[in-house]
């Protein structure tokens, strides 16, 4: 059974930047699609950034740019980069990862990163 180790939050200042992990693990084959997604307080679920198996990494354009992600295929793990925090990027972020073509998303517990003023 797959499970999904994500790193552990931070409390960023603005302005700052913090690299995330989602690692997958309890499977033998490299993973179709890792993403993560973010829910702050109050708000709905949004998509962050997504990294398919080989094609390219996909950011939300609501982001300006400050969100990207990598993936290592060997060791089935995602790295969102982000970059230039904001107070508003404050959220609970969760990683995600489809193990097949058109398989439902298993998701991790959530990490919670919370950016300073």
């Known amino acids: 059974q797959v499970q999904i180790e994500e790193s552990e939050g931070r409390v960023v200042q603005t302005g700052g930047s913090l690299r995330l992990s989602c690692a997958a693990s309890?499977?033998?084959?490299?993973?179709?699609?890792m993403g993560w997604y973010r829910q702050a307080p109050g708000k709905q679920r949004e998509f962050v950034a997504r990294a398919p198996l080989d094609e390219d990494t996909y950011s939300s354009p609501f982001l300006e740019g400050r969100f990207t992600i990598s993936r290592d295929n060997a060791e089935n793990t995602a790295y969102p980069q982000m970059v230039n925090l904001k107070p508003d990027d404050t959220a609970m972020y969760s990683c995600?990862?489809?193990?097949?073509?058109?398989?439902?998303?298993?998701w991790g517990q959530g990490t919670e990163v919370t950016v300073s003023s």
């Open positions: 995600y990862v489809v193990l097949i073509d058109g398989a439902r998303m298993i």
């Open positions: 309890g499977i033998s084959f490299t993973l179709y699609e």
